[in-house]
Every structure is written in C-alpha cells, then in structure tokens.
C-alpha cells in the first residue's frame, strides 16, 4: 500500500464528468461543506458503510498527495480526515476501482484494510 495515497468514493457518473473536464469539484456534500472530503485506506472500509451503505454503481478514486495541498482535519472520533480545499485535478488520481456492493457491503480491491 502507498502511504501518501488517499481516496475518495463517488459515483460512476461523477467520475466520468471529471475524466471529461479534467477536474472533479466535489459531490453534493463536499460543495456544501466547502471542501472535498477523502479518507485514508484504513478510513475507507467505515466511510463507505457509513455514508454509502445502500449505494451502488460507485468508483474508489486513489489520488495522489505529492501535488496536492491536504489539509488533515479532525472528524469521526477525532480522527484525522484529508481535506482538499479546492478542485481536484484528474491528473492527480492514481487509481479507479469499481466499488460493487455485494449483499450488504462493497467489495475493496485488495490492499484496501
């Protein structure tokens, strides 16, 4: 697993939008709450049964934090959360996975805990 990779859960439609454009400016909720929230690898698993439980048709985006200007918040418990204050450029995510739901979870791609 690569420590300076975090990710972001979003539908398809959302990510091909932001193949389109080059950016991804953020979801409903991260435009309400000013910022784009993302999770660690081993906040990803709680973040997807916490906020899309009954979701389907969902991508893993595996973005990059070299180029990026994260801001790490305190959340859920107190943890830390990475925080982006801004458009996420394209050219900065790493990986997309399909994120099946099976049953009553998704399914991760290996290497996600």
Request: net charge negative; no cysteine; hydrophobic share 40%.
């Amino acid at each position: 697993m690569n420590d300076s990779l975090i990710y972001k859960i979003m539908s398809a439609a959302e990510w091909h939008a932001a193949e389109r454009s080059g950016l991804f400016e953020g979801s409903a909720v991260d435009r309400r709450d000013g910022f784009i929230h993302f999770s660690t690898a081993t906040q990803i698993r709680e973040t997807a049964a916490r906020h899309f439980a009954s979701h389907d048709n969902l991508r893993l985006i595996a973005v990059d934090t070299a180029t990026l200007e994260i801001r790490w918040e305190p959340s859920r418990g107190g943890a830390l959360f990475p925080h982006l204050y801004g458009s996420l450029p394209t050219s900065a995510v790493r990986e997309v996975h399909a994120l099946p739901l099976e049953a009553d979870a998704h399914r991760f791609p290996s290497g996600i805990t």
